[in-house]
């Protein structure tokens, strides 16, 4: 049963505890490149999940990488999407979603796509979909990922959206010991936003 569809990806869930992400060919790029990136970014997002389980992060765990058929297996997260139910507590999941957001920054996990939709409510905020994550110690990188997130919040949670950023930048606080650094670069990022406008 498929259960999600992005620009780089199917996800279907093949049984009650595990799910399977295929990445579907472009028909616009050379089939040499095409399969060459999309190669590149099935074995970077196995790599990232790894570094993930090691930390013992809530995402999904990955059981096999199959880099020849562009496929992910992994476990099954069973919950709402966090967009579904962030209203009904905003607080609370601001500061824990911020938390975690810079648990993974602290740990050079840039996540790429930060959104409510790709978190999971299942007892605790479970981060799915790492298909644009990198690996990045720099805080441009960082400061990017949250600024996204605002802007994310911004649209599909306006009706909450003032404060709940504020929280999530305190929760990072948490998270991340080396906050100043990235807070810093994210006034940058607001600017060069703001100027584009």
């Keep these: 049963m498929m259960i999600g569809q992005g620009a780089e990806a199917i996800v279907t869930k093949t049984d009650a505890t595990t799910v399977l992400k295929e990445r579907i060919v472009k028909d616009y790029r050379h089939p040499v490149i095409d399969n060459a990136l999309r190669k590149a970014r099935t074995r ?4 990232i999940f790894g570094k993930l389980a090691v930390m013992d992060f809530p995402a999904p765990r990955l059981k096999l990488m199959d880099d020849v058929n562009m496929r992910l ?20 999941f ?27 409510l299942d007892n605790e905020i479970k981060f799915i979909d790492f298909g644009l994550s990198l690996i990045s110690k720099k805080a441009e990188d960082k400061a990017v990922d949250l600024h996204l997130l605002d802007r994310a919040l911004e649209s599909k949670h306006h009706e909450v959206y003032s404060g709940s950023m504020l929280h999530v930048l305190e929760g990072y606080k948490e998270g991340n010991p080396a906050w100043q650094d990235v807070f810093n670069r994210l006034e940058k990022v607001q600017k060069r936003g703001r100027n584009k406008k």
């Design 73 to 92: 297996t992994m476990d099954f997260i069973n919950g709402p999407k966090l967009r579904d139910v962030f209203p009904t507590d905003n607080v609370r």
């Design 94 to 120: 601001s500061k824990e979603l911020g938390r975690k957001v810079g648990v993974l920054h602290a740990n050079d996990i840039v996540h790429g796509d930060l959104t409510t939709s790709n978190m999971i």
């Design 44 to 47: 970077r997002e196995a790599k």
